[in-house]
């Protein structure tokens, strides 16, 4: 059974058009992460939410927002998709805290155009 | 922020060798993990450690974190091309900067 589920597992955009992505858990976790991951490269974090209270990264850029309406669902926003913002986008869960096990959901490739 | 440095960067081996895969960390662990990644997919957990000089196996492959809570080895007994990916380490939400294996049949 899904646990993490991330919709869709690829997205194209357009340069400069913007593109949500989303995430949903079945787990009742309190923390829910987005990352990037450049080919070749460990995910980098780019945001948590520990319940509603949203946690940016310090070198996260402004042209990356998230939304975190419930539980269940979390939401990233790349307002002005730019060439450079293609990667894969993963996103994660863990129960409590910070340090918690991650659950990671099978992630969204996105490509721009 | 955590930041976790990974030896060696890739690593190919013939298939039947052992192997070990370190982590180091700039700060004190409280929570080390393990993930193996194959190529554009996601994440798969394999190990936590908490505790100083904890070790931990699971079918050949066997984790420890040292005594000082720093640093992190991963070893994998007799390897086959089913163990071939990304290993990664990570903390407190941060991820080391990946090992990629290779294992020639």
């Known amino acids: 059974d899904a646990m993490v589920i991330q919709n869709p597992r690829y997205q194209v955009t357009q340069f400069g058009k913007p593109v949500t992505l989303s995430c949903s858990q079945t787990?009742?976790?309190?923390?829910m992460y987005w990352y990037q991951q450049k080919s070749s490269q460990a995910p980098k974090l780019l945001f948590h939410?520990?319940?509603?209270?949203?946690?940016n990264e310090a070198d996260t850029p402004d042209n990356f927002q998230s939304r975190r309406p419930n539980t269940s669902f979390c939401f990233l926003d790349i307002r002005s998709p730019g060439l450079g913002d293609a990667a894969m986008y993963l996103c994660?869960?863990?129960?409590?805290?910070?340090?918690?096990?991650?659950?990671f959901g099978p992630g969204t490739r996105l490509t721009v155009t | 922020s955590q930041e976790l440095e990974q030896s060696p960067q890739s690593l190919i081996v013939q298939e039947g060798k052992n192997l070990t895969i370190n982590c180091t960390s700039s700060?004190?662990?409280?929570?080390l993990y393990w993930y193996k990644q194959k190529y554009g997919e996601g994440l798969i957990f394999l190990m936590m450690l908490q505790k100083g000089g904890e070790e931990k196996s699971h079918e050949k492959i066997t984790a420890k974190l040292d005594e000082k809570k720093q640093q992190s080895s991963l070893h994998i007994t007799a390897s086959q091309p089913s163990h071939a990916g990304i290993y990664l380490c990570?903390?407190?939400?941060?991820f080391g900067t990946g090992t990629s294996l290779t294992v020639i049949p």
């Open positions: 990570g903390a407190e939400g941060y």
């Open positions: 994660a869960t863990s129960r409590d805290r910070r340090g918690d096990e991650q659950y």
């Open positions: 939410y520990y319940d509603k209270d949203f946690n």
């Open positions: 787990l009742n976790h309190n923390v």
């Open positions: 700060k004190t662990l409280y929570g």
